[in-house]
């Protein structure tokens, strides 16, 4: 059987690339590995580690992700220039499997605007990029970028250029989500049909006009034998096709595929949905397909009354399968840290030492606060806990707040920094607004708020608030998550989390700048 025949669909996850490119988005190297573990366990069969010549950081992570992660094939994406192919290479080299993900402009709009390059020019860089990246690889995959909007003759010559110098996945970005089902489906149907050899092809949809999940889809049924997703429909924009809805909708109507099939652990497909959702701070909206609080709530009389008697009249998804049912936990004041540690593990979270201790800490502050505690709380206060690095320039010590409808709001805060306490009191127009003001005077930093969000973890009255911040300084912008059952204490950590965040990528851009001179 061919490639192109296998009835195997790979994913290919570029969460931790394309959907990290997403505005406000800035991950460490921890992070992304963190989240490359959860991405191993869903099974995903590459993962797109990060794009190595874009920064010190991205080729750290890259090497990281390839040195450490063991199952999926680890991609990293390339220019044509045989600079930025090496050093791709370089942070791939020790994984156990390697792809070198080249790619260029072929758009009419993106060679005149962006390359200044002309048709041979680009033919060239192909030939030049491809040819490097097989000395050093087997694995290759094209992308002409800005396919969609691409005259078919020129694409063509391209695509059949990047097969004769090594490629073996061509890959096929609607780059501004500009495709429609049918219209990309014929795209991939014609490339199959035209270029010659055995390759894989593969669908990168963005989700302008809300169809990357469709128009990947319809590419699947076109003979696609891979596509490119991310976790949450992260990306740029309005993002990439979400993993989970093509997941999804391959394993609930194989029948529309010729019964193709993944490889995905569907079970961890929630956890990894959260994950991603706590490290990138870019909350998922209520109603998101197969993730989404209420993908799985009813209503109405009717729809519930269906539900409790047979779950499939009104579900075509159970929850569990992919992993959507928190338990209720027994856990409450009276627990102890072993309890703590023993119902941790058994929800596959494994944390030690002074994050340990805090989480712990936490934990039983939200005990004398609420009565039932679920696995979602307990993931959230472990999640923002882990996002808490040892190295952070500033802790929360306390926060006092004096206001309501009466008077002017204000609040007292002190932070540590390095042993030392720092306390400054701030006016505001509101409680939230005070406190922020006096943790920016109080760590003697200015940003502007650019995104506020705050969601509950749970229902009822005692539900844990979750808070997702975004600040811009400098041209930087940057994500804070602060969870508690009170919504200010919640927006001041995710304010303070937002500046630790900050202060830590000011301080990075200036060892980049002392290290590559003026
Ligand atoms: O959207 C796009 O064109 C890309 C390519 C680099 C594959 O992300
Ligand atoms: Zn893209």
């Known amino acids: 059987m061919s490639k192109t025949e296998s009835e195997h669909l790979i994913i290919f996850d570029t969460t931790l690339r394309d ?6 988005i800035s991950l460490d190297v921890t992070e992304k590995l963190e989240i490359a573990e959860q991405l191993a366990k869903l099974n995903v069969d590459y993962i797109e580690a990060g794009f190595p010549v874009a920064s010190q950081g991205d080729f750290e992570a890259v090497q990281a992700i390839a040195r450490t992660i063991q199952g999926p094939v680890i991609a990293g994406l390339s220019r044509t220039s045989l600079s930025d192919i090496d050093r791709c290479y370089q942070a791939l080299k020790d994984a156990e499997n390697n ?8 758009s009419p709009n993106h060679m005149e605007h962006m390359l200044k390059m002309n048709e041979q020019q680009v033919i060239q860089e192909v030939k030049r990029g491809v040819s490097r990246a097989k000395e050093l690889t087997d694995d290759i995959e094209f992308s002409p970028q800005d396919a969609t909007r691409t005259p078919m003759e020129f694409m063509m010559e391209v695509l059949n250029q990047a097969i004769q110098s090594g490629a073996n996945c061509l890959n096929i970005p609607d780059t501004v989500g500009y495709g429609i089902p049918w219209d990309f489906g014929a795209l991939i149907a014609y490339i199959k049909k035209e270029i010659p050899g ?11 006009l809300g169809l990357a999940t469709a128009n990947s889809l319809a ?21 990439n096709a979400a993993l989970e809805e093509v997941v999804m ?21 929630a956890k990894a949905s959260r994950m991603v959702s706590r490290l990138t701070g870019y909350p998922v909206q209520y109603n998101k397909a197969v993730v989404g609080r209420n993908a799985f709530a009813h209503e109405s009389g009717i729809h519930q009354h269906g539900v409790l008697e047979e779950r499939s009249t009104y579900e075509i998804i159970d929850a569990s399968s992919v992993g959507q049912q928190g338990r ?6 009276h627990s102890g840290r072993h309890a703590f540690v023993d119902t941790l593990d058994k929800m596959g979270i494994k944390i030690q030492g002074d994050t340990l201790n805090s989480a712990f800490t936490r934990f039983k502050e939200l005990a004398d606060r609420k009565v039932q505690i679920t696995e979602a709380d307990l993931e959230a206060i472990v999640g923002e806990e882990l996002g808490i690095h040892s190295q952070d320039e500033f802790t929360l010590d306390s926060l006092e707040l004096k206001g309501g409808t009466v008077g002017t709001p204000i609040a007292k805060v002190t932070v540590v920094n390095s042993d030392e306490k720092l306390t400054a009191d701030a006016e505001g127009n509101g409680l939230i607004d005070a406190a922020c003001n006096a943790i920016s005077k109080a760590t003697n930093t200015s940003a502007k708020l650019t995104d506020f969000n705050v969601s509950s973890v749970t ?27 009170d919504v200010v204490e919640a927006s001041a950590r995710a304010y303070l989390n937002a500046i630790n965040r900050l202060v830590k990528v000011k301080q990075r851009n200036e060892i980049i700048q002392k290290v590559s001179g003026p």
């Open 459 to 485: 229902g009822g009255i005692d539900a844990l608030g979750d808070v997702i911040i975004q600040i811009e300084s400098d041209d930087i912008k940057v994500t804070g998550r602060g969870v508690s059952t």
């Open 99 to 106: 792809r070198i993900h080249v790619f260029i402009s072929t």
């Open 328 to 333: 209720q936990i027994v856990l409450g004041k």
């Open 198 to 208: 055995d390759y894989i092809i593969s669908t990168h949809c963005h989700n302008d």
């Open 249 to 269: 909708a391959i394993k609930i109507r194989p029948d529309q595929f010729n019964n193709i099939s993944t490889r995905i652990n569907t079970e961890e497909i």
């Open 219 to 239: 590419g699947v049924s076109a003979g696609a034998r891979q596509v490119e997703v991310c976790v949450n429909g992260i990306g740029e924009r309005a993002g």
């Open 19 to 24: 959907g990290e490119q997403a505005p406000g």
